[in-house]
């Protein structure tokens, strides 16, 4: 069985930083590229970043990048976002991806 299971959101002031992480457990970590997406209150879900198996090419939306970097831990089954000096629009549920797999997703509410 298939899980992915984020964590790290929270609240956060503008300027700020969070690292979330997204461990993941049923299938073979190290072969699949990874990816969080998020979503806003009212706002379809959008792609943030990306992570190739081997950590050797990452993508980022243009939103996002300079800010945001993408890494994992194969070793821990675990994909990590790590955002800095975020903004009131980066509010949203951030959720890990692989294929047609979903984590269930973390808050994170940048406000003053």
């Known amino acids: 069985q298939v899980q992915l299971m984020e964590s790290g959101g929270g609240l956060v002031q503008p300027g700020g930083s969070l690292r979330l992480s997204c461990v993941a457990s049923?299938?073979?970590?190290?072969?699949?590229?990874m990816n969080w997406y998020r979503q806003a209150p009212g706002k379809a879900r959008e792609y943030v970043a990306g992570?190739?198996?081997?950590?050797?090419?990452?993508n980022f939306a243009a939103s996002v990048e300079g800010r945001f970097t993408i890494s994992r831990d194969n070793t821990k089954n675990t994909v990590y976002l790590q955002m800095n000096n975020l903004n009131v629009e980066d509010t949203a549920v951030y959720y890990c991806?692989?294929?047609?797999?979903w984590g269930q997703g973390t808050q994170v509410t940048v406000s003053s």
């Open positions: 049923g299938f073979t970590f190290s072969n699949y590229g």
């Open positions: 991806n692989t294929r047609t797999w």
């Open positions: 992570i190739s198996p081997r950590s050797t090419e990452t």
